[in-house]
């Protein structure tokens, strides 16, 4: 059973709360054998729509691409258009003897939200063939205009490793939704992390397996 997860979370560019235990060394990222790919997986709605993912130069992380992935309420938008769900499949090849965490996540998209509707993301990663039992929100209430980001922190004193003996795909879900609560239906609404600025980096906690 996967442990929850306990996160200190910074919304819109303010730090992180610091940690205050120790953390284990880590090992430092293989310089090669290490690649990434969208699998595709019919069970998951934003498959084909764009999403896309690659490395950094130096393996330290990754960042996912969502492609065509907002909501909207109001004005012309399409009345089911104001909740979404969007799963990626990630199958991420690594050298012999490694393995590797994450617990260190960088979000970003935009919004436009009119006075009395609030928009949330919802947010949750794990290795396939896992249970998990926690996830993320983040919420936003208008009147709001451009860009956001948050970056969350785990438990780096005890991350979960994908397994040392077998392939695991590392799977990521969100969902988001917009509110209208007292607004005037005829203005939009939106939140996106499907846009140009809209992207989600994953830094890597590398290990070395058992011998």
């Known amino acids: 059973m996967m442990n929850t997860r306990r996160m200190a979370i910074a919304a ?5 709360l610091p940690l205050v235990t120790a953390v284990p060394a880590f090992a430092i990222p ?5 690649s990434i790919e969208v699998v595709k997986d019919g069970r998951y709605p934003c498959m084909g ?3 896309a993912a690659g ?10 691409y969502f ?8 004005g012309d938008a399409p009345p089911n258009d104001w909740r979404k769900n969007c799963g990626i499949r990630l199958r ?7 393995t590797y965490a994450v617990e260190e996540v960088d979000h970003q998209g935009s919004a436009g939200l009119q006075a009395g509707v609030s928009a949330s993301k919802k947010t949750h990663f794990y290795f396939d063939g896992f249970i998990l039992d926690s996830f993320l929100t983040h919420t936003l209430k208008g009147p709001y205009e451009g860009a956001w980001t ?11 490793y994908k397994p040392c003996d077998r392939q695991r795909d590392f799977m990521i879900t969100k969902e988001l939704r917009v509110i209208r609560e007292v607004s005037d239906p005829s203005k939009m609404s939106y939140m996106s992390i499907g846009s140009r600025e809209g992207s989600t980096r ?3 906690l590398w290990k070395h397996c058992p011998a």
């Open 202 to 204: 994953y830094h890597f």
């Open 92 to 98: 991420i090849e690594i050298p012999a003897g490694y």
């Open 150 to 160: 948050y970056h969350e922190i785990g438990n780096l004193k005890d991350p979960l």
């Open 49 to 51: 729509k764009g999403a």
């Open 30 to 34: 293989p310089p090669d054998d290490v």
């Open 12 to 16: 819109l560019g303010i730090a992180a």
């Open 55 to 64: 490395l950094s130069d130096d393996h330290t992380s990754f960042t996912v």
């Open 67 to 74: 492609g065509d992935f907002s909501v909207s309420t109001g």
